[in-house]
């Protein structure tokens, strides 16, 4: 089983696994994705990334999730060969998009931009095992640490 992590604005696990279709690096504006990190410090970290989006960096709740690694489709080959730059918004974005409306994985293993030699998760809700494939569980409020907030604010 794969473990991810996920940061939200929200104090519900069915909140928190129901976005509304923002704009992301691998979706476009309303596509529905949901973002996860292979570990909690990289949640923070690209919530911290995107600072200008958010600002408030009260409220949050870190939540992980747990899916058999057969429901996931690994783009990081890809990435590595070349075929894929991740860094290229208007290519993953497209990619997400296709990835998201053909219901190929319930997940997507893409490379963090921000934190090199690590993985992000993709999981699409609308895939039709996801709701029996995704185990979610709360874990708590998250208080982001001041020092890290005062870097970025």
Same mark, same amino acid.
């Given at each position: 089983?794969?473990?991810?992590?996920?940061?939200?604005?929200?104090?519900?696990?069915?909140?928190?696994?129901?976005?509304?279709?923002?704009?992301?690096?691998?979706?476009?504006?309303?596509?529905?994705?949901?973002?996860?990190?292979?570990?909690?410090?990289?949640?923070?970290?690209?919530?911290?990334?995107?600072? !200008?989006?958010?600002?408030?960096?009260?409220?949050?709740? &870190?939540?992980?999730?747990?899916?058999?690694?057969?429901?996931?489709?690994?783009?990081?080959?890809?990435?590595?060969?070349?075929?894929?730059?991740?860094?290229?918004?208007?290519?993953?974005?497209?990619?997400?998009? &296709?990835?998201?409306?053909?219901?190929?994985?319930?997940?997507?293993?893409?490379?963090?931009?921000?934190?090199?030699?690590?993985?992000?998760?993709?999981? !699409?809700?609308?895939?039709?095992?996801?709701?029996?494939?995704?185990?979610?569980?709360?874990?708590?409020?998250?208080?982001?640490?001041?020092? &890290?907030?005062?870097?970025?604010?």
């Amino acid at each position: 089983m794969i473990s991810a992590f996920r940061l939200a604005f929200a104090d519900s696990v069915a909140t928190a696994f129901s976005p509304r279709g923002a704009e992301g690096r691998w979706n476009s504006r309303g596509t529905v994705v949901v973002y996860t990190a292979e570990h909690p410090a990289l949640a923070v970290l690209e919530i911290m990334t995107a600072w !200008n989006d958010y600002q408030d960096f009260s409220g949050y709740h &870190l939540y992980r999730c747990e899916f058999d690694a057969a429901m996931v489709e690994d783009l990081v080959e890809r990435v590595v060969r070349g075929s894929v730059d991740p860094t290229d918004r208007a290519t993953t974005r497209a990619f997400g998009d &296709l990835w998201t409306m053909e219901r190929r994985s319930v997940a997507l293993r893409v490379p963090s931009v921000v934190a090199p030699h690590s993985h992000n998760y993709l999981l !699409n809700p609308a895939h039709p095992d996801f709701e029996d494939a995704v185990a979610r569980q709360g874990l708590g409020p998250l208080r982001f640490d001041p020092r &890290l907030v005062e870097l970025v604010i």
